[in-house]
Structure formats: C-alpha cells, structure tokens
C-alpha cells in the first residue's frame, strides 16, 4: 500500500545532541511536510517542501534544518535538542494543491 | 488571517449518546479545503473527511455526519451512538490552496471521551 513512513516510532535523545527523523513516501506526493504537535496541542507546521523548492514557516526556530534528497525522502535535523522540543513530529505529504493530505504515523522524541 | 477555532475543549458522554463536534473557520480564501482528522492515544492521525468550499452538501459516513454551512463558516462533526472507541482528540482543519502546496492550518482540538 502507497503510505508515508516514519522512522523511528519512538526516539530519546540527549539535551544538546542532534538528531535527526526520517520520513518516506510512496506515495510521488510533490509536497512534504514536518509538523511538531507538543502535549494537548494541535500540529504545527515547520516547514514544507515543493519538490526541492524548501519553505519555512517565520516562526521555526534555527535549530530546526530540513533535508530532501530525493521525492522520496525527507529528513528533519535538530541541531541541539532542548526540553522544549519533545514532542511528536508529523509527516505529511500531499499532492499539489493540499488535496490528498496523507500523514505518517509520528515519531515522539523525548529528550533527557 | 486564517483560524480555525474548536471552542469546545472536552467533551464527554456515554455510550450510545450523539455527539456534535463544533468547528468555525476564518479565511479570506474563495477555494479552501475542510478536513477532520481523529487522533486516538497513539498519536497518528487518521482522515475522517475533507470538504472542498465549492460543495456544501452535507456527508453521512455510517455513524459519521459533517454539517457543512459555508454562510456560518462551520463544519461541524456528528457522531450517532458513540461508542468507547470514538474516544479521541477529534481537529478540524482549514487547508489554504496556493500553487506550491496547501498548509493545513489546524483548531486546537475537541478531546472526546465516550464511557461506557
């Protein structure tokens, strides 16, 4: 089945040291995004990517990169996790006019 | 500016009662998109319906009904007889459409808990 999967399920991290979630598709959606939901919120968005053409929303921290190296994949980079930035990360893809939104099934970082 | 506003925080009711969801969007957009998406404890987010702006008709999807009222601005989400398993954080959600790609601009979500 034609899916977005996200790697790892669930990932622990140290404060200060990078990271870095995977997200793939099957899907030959033009469109990706990186979503971050924190406890009892509702997602935001990080970032998106048309093809290769990077979009960041205002405001994303710096500590935050995206990487796509192909249609395929998309990689979220956190520089220097802090405790503020355990949450889940979402992704998502769609075809190019946000019709057919399809979201993976989250990776939740926890950081100590 | 786009919102998407789910005044309800909580809801809770017992098995077999119906349920309303209630969902109020802004935008300036003519051409939007209307989701909701349940997300049970697991955290994924599943895709319950989308509304294209253009099409007002309501949708019954088996115990699932949407209510879609351009001239209001909302999109509400009716459950008949909820069950145990509808308990969920339930978001509706505005998608603006422009030409690289639509934003999905999320409410802050209604938690439901349905006990038996």
């Known amino acids: 089945d034609a899916m977005v999967i996200q790697n790892p399920r669930y990932q622990v991290t140290q404060f200060g040291k990078p990271v870095t979630l995977s997200c793939s598709q099957t899907l030959n959606h033009n469109v990706m995004y990186w979503y971050q939901q924190k406890s009892s919120q509702a997602p935001k968005l990080l970032f998106h990517?048309?093809?290769?053409?990077?979009?960041n929303e205002a405001d994303t921290p710096d500590n935050f990169q995206s990487r796509r190296p192909n249609t395929s994949f998309c990689f979220l980079d956190i520089r220097s996790p802090g405790l503020g930035d355990a949450a889940m990360y979402l992704c998502a893809t769609s075809v190019l006019t946000g019709y057919g939104y399809t979201f993976g099934s989250g990776t939740r970082l926890t950081v100590v | 500016a786009q919102k998407v506003t789910q005044a309800q925080t909580e809801i809770s009711v017992v098995e077999k009662e119906d349920v309303t969801l209630d969902c109020v969007y802004e935008t300036r957009d003519t051409t939007y998109y209307l989701f909701w998406y349940k997300q049970p404890p697991s955290g994924e987010l599943v895709f319950l319906i989308r509304r294209n702006s253009f099409d007002e008709q309501n949708e019954i999807s088996g115990r699932y009904s949407w209510n879609f009222q351009k001239s209001t601005s909302s999109f509400n989400f009716t459950i008949t007889a909820s069950q145990v398993v509808d308990s969920a954080v339930y978001f509706c959600?505005?998608?603006?459409?422009?030409?690289?790609?639509?934003?999905?601009?999320f409410g802050q979500g209604t938690e439901l808990s349905v006990k038996p």
């Open positions: 990517y048309y093809d290769k053409d990077f979009n």
């Open positions: 959600a505005l998608s603006r459409i422009y030409n690289q790609g639509g934003k999905l601009i």
